[in-house]
């Protein structure tokens, strides 16, 4: 018998490949549908055979992504629709806020693959990151999770990574933070006084200073780190700085 189940989760389900992880489930079992980010977390709906309705929802827990944390689920059957494709629809803003943010992922394995691969477009990028790493909660301003409501709104994809963001099958499928060489955020290292450094590659160069002793303040998505060699953080004997010292 064909039927249509709606559902909403709640937990940390954005910001985790939680949409693309549901899209190429409902994709493989044959159900049509939609899902999409809500205020509160997401809802789904799929239509179908009840068997593969409930083995669907079964899946769900079973192969969720590694990020996601499913609290609360909550779903009924209703009557057909008819629909004819499962798709990811646009967000839904409602009034209500109370989904649960991811905290920020460190690299995986494949982005440190990547990142580590000279033939990669990638390659050396320090802001590499996919649907199952990166930053999450540094970059959010607000709820429903999606690059527009991120601190990454303001650089906009090149062809490329945006070609990855919409595949379905692409692990970079909906990652907000989606960025590269081309159109994403870059790195430079500047005097404390705030000349730029030129030439110079700036994260070895950061890595030479250190080594030498200097201090170096270091820029990242939620904030400045101080960063200083191991040995001198006892013996704080002054000399020449690049950053600048907290009061
Ligand atoms: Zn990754
Ligand atoms: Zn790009």
Known sequence: MIQRAKAAINGIVQGVGFRPFIYQLAKKKGLGGYIANTSTGVDIEVEGETEEIEIFFQEIHLRKPPLARIVHVEWQYLPPRRYRDFIIKKSQVQAQRSTLVSPDVSVCDDCL??????????????????????????????IPYDRDKTSMASFSMCERCRNEYE????????????????????????????????????????????????????????????????????NDSGGERIGRKSP
């Open 167 to 234: 595949e379905p099958l692409d692990r970079r499928f909906h990652a907000q933070p989606n960025a590269c060489w081309d159109c994403g955020p870059s790195v430079y290292l500047h005097e404390y006084n705030g000349k730029p450094v030129d030439g110079a590659d700036p994260v070895s160069e950061t890595r030479e200073l250190l080594k030498s002793g200097k201090i170096v303040a270091i820029k990242g998505l939620g904030g400045f780190h101080l960063t200083q060699p191991m040995e001198r953080r006892s």
């Open 113 to 142: 693959r990547e990142m580590n691969d000279p033939r990669d477009r990638r390659y050396r990028y320090p802001f590499i990151n996919c649907t199952n790493c990166g930053p999450r909660y540094t970059i959010i301003k607000d």
